[in-house]
């Protein structure tokens, strides 16, 4: 697994447990649902703004998404995502 799918899924997971469709989340994030789906499917890598926005909106700290992220994939080279 490379950086963007364990950042997308660690996402799409936490919305889903927050039980917040796609529309609902892009909405108050203000974003696409196009782009939202594109960052759980591990294609595209979220801007730290949007990071923090989907985190505000789902109701838990940056900080804490971005622990999860790392404690749920550790083996994951965050340098790949610049290749």
């Known amino acids: 697994m490379d950086f963007k799918q364990a950042v997308g899924q660690t996402i799409q997971r936490t919305r889903k447990e927050r039980a917040f469709t796609q529309e609902k989340l892009a909405f108050y994030a203000k974003m696409s649902v196009s782009a939202l ?3 759980e499917r591990g294609e595209n890598a979220p801007s730290l703004y949007t990071l ?3 985190a505000r909106v789902i109701g838990i700290p940056a900080t804490d998404l971005v622990a ?3 404690a ?3 083996d994951v080279d965050v340098f ?3 290749e």
């Open 52 to 54: 923090f926005a989907i």
């Open 37 to 39: 789906s594109l960052i």
């Open 72 to 74: 749920e994939n550790p």
């Open 68 to 70: 999860q992220i790392e």
């Open 80 to 82: 790949k995502v610049m």
